[in-house]
């Protein structure tokens, strides 16, 4: 441990404030959605989500099916 680490440790006040400090300037600069804009997007991933809920179902339950009779024919059950 040499004066660079000494050096280092002294700066981290400094360096926090800075980056609070650049952190509230960026935030300011922030244009933030409306709650008209949010409720409509979150309406739109709510359906999404159902939507590619209902779909995978289908497919599961096509791919599950098809894999049993598969296993039937090959293992001779009936």
Known sequence: MGKGFIENVGQWPVRVKNYVQELQN????VTWPTRKQ??????VVIFT???FAAYF????TIFSRTI????????GQQ
């Open 49 to 51: 989500v159902f939507a």
């Open 38 to 43: 949010v409720e409509s997007t979150t309406i």
């Open 26 to 29: 960026e935030m300011k600069r």
């Open 57 to 60: 179902a289908v497919v599961d």
């Open 68 to 75: 049993g009779k598969l296993f039937q024919v090959f293992t």
